[in-house]
Every structure is written in C-alpha cells, then in structure tokens.
C-alpha cells in the first residue's frame, strides 16, 4: 500500500507537534530595589548552589537588597511530575546569583494551579539580597 506525500506530512507535523510539547520551562522576573552599590559590585559572584534560600528575614547579618525575583515553574504535559518548592528555589538560586546576590530571603509559594499553557504552575517570590561588611 502506497502513502501519499499529504498523509506522511501529517504524521510528521502531528509527531513533531507532540513531541514539542514534552519539554519543561519556567519563567521569572527580577523588580530591583536600588542600583548595586560599588561595594554589592566588586564582590565575587557565587554560584546559584552557594545562594542561601531562606523564608524567612536574615537579622544577624547587614545586607543590601537588590530587587525583588518572581519565578514560575511549569509542568507541560500530564504526564511531567508536578512543580515543586525545590524547583522554585533553584531557579531564584539561578536568578539571584545573576545579579550578584548571596541570598534570597522572604521566599513565598504560590498554589499549584492549572492554566492554558501548563497542567501545573507553582510560583515563588523572593528579594535578593547582598551581604554587606
């Protein structure tokens, strides 16, 4: 039995379109605070592992806040593990030491809900903040 060129481009743009929709993503948004300081910008920058997460605020220590981190984690299909705090917190970890930050403090989680382009989001909200001498 022979296929016609239209069936086997359907199957290819049906496989293809499935297919696509087997990849996770997040999304984020960082609303900063002040300018970084000279002192906040010559410091190292660590890396997303060594940033402290933390729900509550750090009052032993002297720090800088540098903007306020929203992050979403998506779950795409039915079939992907729901979102997880763990995962939040390591995509603000990652956004945090974009800008130079050594901890996120007063992290909050939203409710894991449905929406048109996700089976399950959960959101995490944060302030980055710069230990300071």
Not at 15 to 26: E, F, K, Q, R, V
Not at 65 to 94: M, Q, S, W, Y
Request: net charge positive; charged share 20%.
């Amino acid at each position: 039995m022979r296929v016609s060129r239209m069936t086997s481009a359907g199957v290819v743009l049906c496989t293809a379109a499935l297919l696509g929709g087997c990849a996770t993503w997040s999304t984020s948004s960082v609303h900063h605070a002040a300018p970084a300081t000279e002192a906040t910008a010559s410091a190292p920058r660590l890396s997303p592992s060594q940033v402290s997460i933390t729900d509550k605020d750090i009052v032993d220590r002297r720090y800088a806040a540098l903007g306020d981190i929203t992050v979403r984690v998506n779950k795409t299909t039915i079939f992907h593990p729901a979102p997880t705090p763990e995962l939040v917190n390591d995509r603000l970890r990652e956004k945090a030491a974009a800008m130079w930050a050594d901890a996120v403090v007063l992290v909050r989680y939203g409710d894991v809900g449905i929406s048109m382009m996700s089976w399950g989001t959960l959101e995490g909200k944060g302030r980055a903040v710069k230990f300071v001498p």
